[in-house]
């Protein structure tokens, strides 16, 4: 006898739900829960801002956040070697730059290194 739950498609699932027994039916949803969790995992190793999204739960995305984390997967994909971004105070561009991005940036290319800079120094006593 085959296992129902082989080769089926998404598009499947809600005739074949009812014809299943309950523990088929668990099954079926820690499948689904586990490919919606490696489908999360893959975002955030991919795209920079669902990183953000993922390590920052409070953040509250804005279109300039989005044209920042295009900017910085284009860096880090070597297609862009220099980058400026000229926005005003508290727009995110520190704890993008600074904090989330070599953190993603190392997840993502853990054989490659990164080098922060700034053009002041601030010493602490």
């Keep these: 006898m085959s296992n129902p739950l082989e080769d089926i498609a998404l598009k499947d699932i809600p005739t ?20 919606e969790a490696l489908k ?24 300039h956040h989005g044209r920042m984390a295009s900017a910085f997967e284009r860096v880090a994909r070597g297609e862009c070697k220099r980058l400026i971004i000229n926005m005003p105070p508290r727009h995110t561009k520190s704890e993008f730059a600074s904090y989330l ?25």
């Design 16 to 35: 074949i739900l009812p014809l299943l027994s309950i523990p088929e039916q668990e099954k079926l949803l820690a499948e689904l829960n586990h490919l």
């Design 40 to 63: 999360k995992r893959n975002l955030i190793h991919d795209r920079f801002l669902n990183f953000v999204e993922e390590m920052w739960p409070t953040f509250i995305s804005g279109r």
């Design 101 to 125: 991005l070599p953190a993603w940036f190392l997840g993502k290319y853990p054989h490659k290194k990164v080098i922060q800079t700034s053009h002041t120094g601030r010493v602490w006593s």
